[in-house]
Every structure is written in structure tokens, then in C-alpha cells.
């Protein structure tokens, strides 16, 4: 035992001193050995403050939050010639809690109030990729790895964004490996092999040294980094039709290793979902639309069920126009999201839609908190953002008030297409379809190339889904971030 934490002690130490000089730098820093291989080194640095009233449970308890959130990341990059590189970036984001809640630890068999969450320090990203090889037809990249950048990110984000919700924003990564064939410049098919288990065991971290009293959220003093463990396959193809129109059609497949939470037996689930996305632009007009069908079957019988199978369907239609010749370039989008919800008709199956790896503040912000209380025996456990039996409505809007500032405004009205069965009868309805109404606004603004910041404010006022007894909710963020 001693020598795996040595060993592991050791492996963090190297990490560490490799990207030691990138913290101290003043700006990015490039050095060439030779002629084929150069190294880049980086650093950033995130500052948070946010604001929960009633957001997990609408004012039934006293959850209130108020806490900073500073996230540190040291990257480095080592290009090899023209066609390969290796990329690593070790991040921590500790927390400190203004109240009135903290979390707890336990100390001399008694829990004890913390104000600050030292976090781990983890390894972030680490891969190798090689591009434009066979002759320009083949990228591969193998290892801990991000697909949000351009490029990289599927579609809209639909179903693969996060492959660690559990961490909230610290981290997006993906154990992975991914080969694109290009086959042309405007066609091209991605086949990407998804290993996430539910704590990072592939990689070395400094843990906490508390002793969390909740073991739902850590795991031998690991940070549960999703619901349980994850594989998947992914077929994702791109394609490029004119100026104006692209589709993507795609094929996921994708294990969960079964839980229980809160007594539910949610046995082991493979589910296969078939999709595919489109998009239209055209002098200012825009258009988007996505669909998938999920099937599958758990092997066993899920508690309360009759039958094993289980199914989903979900997607969504915008439109919008941006007028790019009027002061301040404002631009409009309207559009709904169909996410299927279980049938209280139906015992056979399950037919909930299934967020794949997209359990993140897509939608909005505060209402991925408010939906623990609704998924966390059948889906989500403890972790939120599991986006499923809804239907929303949205208008959005945005608009440059200056050359480096814009701000981002959205109604949203949100429903539940199916009743909910077994839900609290003191927050729940488990008859209403109205969820609430959450508009939402977004201040941006860039203060110099290596400086910006963000203020946030979203709204929740809740529908007949919720008992009158529950409040409104608000989630205020503000937030500065510096990058090298």
C-alpha cells in the first residue's frame, strides 16, 4: 500500500514540476529545442462567487448558498513536428462558504462545520494526438481529453459535453480514444471509445485531507465525478452541404453500471441512440434542429417495474436571425426542447430520456440543482443536471451594448409532458405539467486579451408541477477569469 502511494506521490510531484514555471510566467511561453519540436507552456486562473436561494428544493429548507469558487489550471504542450503533439493541464478549484450552508467534516467522531474546500488537485487533461496522417485522412487523439473546442465539440453538445458532472465546472474531460477519417474537406466520420468511471481511477491526485461526513458525494475520499461507471462508442459524422446547410448523423451506445439510491435498483443499462442534427444559415437567418431515439434494456428489472426495456426520445428546433449591419448587432432565437418523460400508464418500461454525457448547465444554470430532487432515485443519484421529462419554450437575445461588452437575455417556460409518480408530496404536485417560468440575462465583457468577466442572474418562478408551499429561486454568479 505504501509503495502505490508513494508511487502515485511521485507521478504528481513529476506533473507538478513540469508545470511549475507556467504559474509564474507573465504571458505564454515558447520554446524551440530544434526545428521539429516546441514547447508551450500556459496557466489560467477563474474567480467565482455564487448565490443560491432556494434552488435545490424552492425554499422548503434552508439550502441557501453563498461560497467562491477559484479554479486554477497549469497546462503544457509539446508539439512534435507537423503532425503530433502531447498536451497536459493539471487543475484544482477550491471552495470557501460565506453560509448559511457548509459543507461538513467529521472530526473526533463529530461533524463539524468547513469553510473552506481545499478540493484535489487532479490531472485535467493528458493525451497524444497525431493529425493529417495517411495523407491528410486520418486524426487520432488517445487520453484524457476535452471535446468543447471547435473542432472538436458534437453538435450542439446535445449528448456529449461533460464526462464529469460530479465536479461541476472544474472539469469536462473524457477518457477517450478518437479517430476521425476525412474523407473529404467538407465530410468526415469521428469513432470515439468513452471509458468514465464513477471516481477517477486512471490518474494520480492530492486529495482533500477531511473526511466527508456524505458518503454520496465522495468515494474513499474520491470525488464522485459521475452517477456510476460509464463506457460508450460513438459514431458521429459530419458533413458540409454548400454554404448554407450541414447534417450530422450520429450513433451512440453507451453501458451505466447499475446503483441504488434511496432504495430504488437501477440494475446495469445499455442503451443504444440513433440521431441526427441539422443546420441552415443564410444572409443573418439561422435554423437548427436535433432528434435521437433511444432503446435499450437494463439486465434485470428495475425496482417498481415490470418489464426491463427501456426507451426515450428527445430533440429540439430553433430559429433566429442576427441583423450584422445594425448598431450593436443584435440577434434573436425561438425555439422548444422535447425531452420524454416516464409513462405513469406504462410499468412495462422505462421511457424517461436519457442525457448520455450532457448532464451540464445546458439549458440554464439554476434549474439543474432543482432537478435533483425529481431524478436522484431513478437517474441522477446525487449529481444534477439529469435533463429529462421536459419541455421548454425559449426566446433568446443578445446584443453588443459596446465593442468588448454584450449582454444575453432569455425567457424560458418550462413543463413536464408526462404527471410524476412517488415524488415528495411536500414539494411535488405529481399532477401539474407547468414547471415554472426561468428568464435568465448574461453581462459579458472582455477587459484586455488576457482579462474578462461575467455576471449572471436567472429567475425561477415555480408552476402547478411544484406545491403551493414552495418559493421562487434566484442564482446570481459573478466571475473573472485571467488566462496566460
Known sequence: MAGKISSRLSLVFVILLLFASSVYAEHT???VFDNDVNATFGASLRLRQEIWDNVID???TKNDRNFFRMRASAWGRLDIGQNFDFYSRITTEPKYFLGPFHPGIIEAGSIHNQYLDTDEVIVDNLYISGKKLLNGKLDVRIGRQDFLAPGDIYGEGFLITDGTPGDGSRSFYFNAAKMRLNITPDNS????????????VFMPSIHPAISQPNPSLYVDNKKLLTTSDEQAFVVYSRNKFGKNFTFDPYYIRKTERGFNSLGVNNPNLTLHTFGGRATFQDQGWRAKAEIARQVGRYDAIPTGQTGARRTGLGGYIFGGYKFDK???KPEFDLGAVYLSGDNPNDSTKRTAWDPLFSRNPYWNE???YTLVNETIRKYSGPIPGYWTNMVIYMIKGKVNLAEKTSLTMTYQYLMAPENTTGLSATEFTN???????????ILNHTFCKNLDGMLQLEYFIPGSFYKAETENAWFFRWQLQFKL
Open 326 to 328: 445594425t448598431p450593436g
Open 29 to 31: 511561453i515558447e520554446h
Open 366 to 368: 439554476l434549474y439543474i
Open 431 to 441: 399532477k401539474g405539467h407547468v414547471r415554472g417560468q426561468l428568464p435568465t440575462a
Open 189 to 200: 466520420v469521428d469513432f470515439v471509445y468513452i471509458d468514465d468511471p464513477e471516481t477517477d
Open 58 to 60: 424552492l425554499g422548503l
